[in-house]
């Protein structure tokens, strides 16, 4: 780096440490007064990222679940769902629908919530839905369903009741998809 590039970076860390300084005297002194705002931007991962968002739900926004089983509803030949507590009846149903049209459904829960009060298990299995439980000392706090190797929803909503709590879902496409159905098979293969 030039003499010009290190006294440019010089500067620049002393004007964040500045204003870091300032903001933080600031929300010591008086907190009522504070606003942020950071934007941080990133290069995508490896070059070329994991693929397309194409959605993104906020629970106090909208209802996710309305969104996840839209997408179930259009899946045309598998649907992967690996999640932690089951509870959503509508997710469930929408699982139920895609199996009578002969689409593949393959669901595994976490063993400790598999049967738990309000959990689908029981009426996804009964409608003959291929679902395990995975048995294991740590928890499987996974929420995702892979949908015709096409898209997958993820994040933090975890297929519970809709008014369990702040969730997310984020709708993505691309190599995001292989990944999420390269751990499914995992935890397919070690499901009983």
């Known amino acids: 780096m030039s003499g010009a590039g290190w006294k440019s970076l010089v500067v620049g860390l002393?004007?964040?440490?500045?204003?870091?300084?300032?903001?933080?005297?600031?929300?010591?002194?008086?907190?009522?007064?504070?606003?942020?705002?950071?934007?941080?931007?990133?290069?995508?991962?490896?070059?070329?990222?994991?693929g397309r968002v194409?959605?993104?739900?906020?629970?106090?926004?909208?209802?996710?679940?309305?969104?996840?089983?839209?997408?179930?509803?259009?899946?045309?030949?598998?649907?992967?769902?690996?999640?932690?507590?089951?509870?959503?009846?509508?997710?469930?149903?929408?699982?139920?629908?895609a199996h009578r049209r002969g689409v593949e459904v393959k669901v595994v829960l976490d063993a400790s919530q598999a049967r738990a009060g309000g959990s689908q298990y029981w009426n996804l299995w009964l409608s003959g839905i291929d679902v395990r439980t995975l048995w294991d000392v740590r928890p499987m706090r996974y929420g995702f369903a892979v949908i015709d190797d096409d898209i997958v929803v993820a994040g933090s909503y975890s297929f519970s009741r809709a008014e369990e709590g702040y969730e997310s879902v984020v709708v993505l496409q691309g190599e995001a998809v292989?990944?999420?159905?390269?751990?499914?098979?995992?935890?397919?293969?070690?499901?009983?």
């Open 54 to 97: 194409l959605d993104v739900c906020f629970s106090w926004s909208r209802r996710c679940d309305e969104t996840v089983a839209r997408l179930i509803d259009s899946a045309r030949s598998k649907i992967f769902v690996a999640a932690y507590s089951f509870k959503n009846r509508w997710v469930a149903e929408a699982l139920m629908r």
């Open 14 to 50: 002393v004007a964040i440490t500045v204003a870091v300084s300032a903001f933080y005297w600031v929300l010591t002194f008086n907190p009522r007064q504070v606003t942020a705002t950071v934007t941080v931007t990133a290069p995508p991962l490896d070059g070329g990222g994991l």
């Open 178 to 192: 292989r990944r999420y159905s390269e751990e499914f098979e995992r935890l397919w293969a070690d499901a009983k």
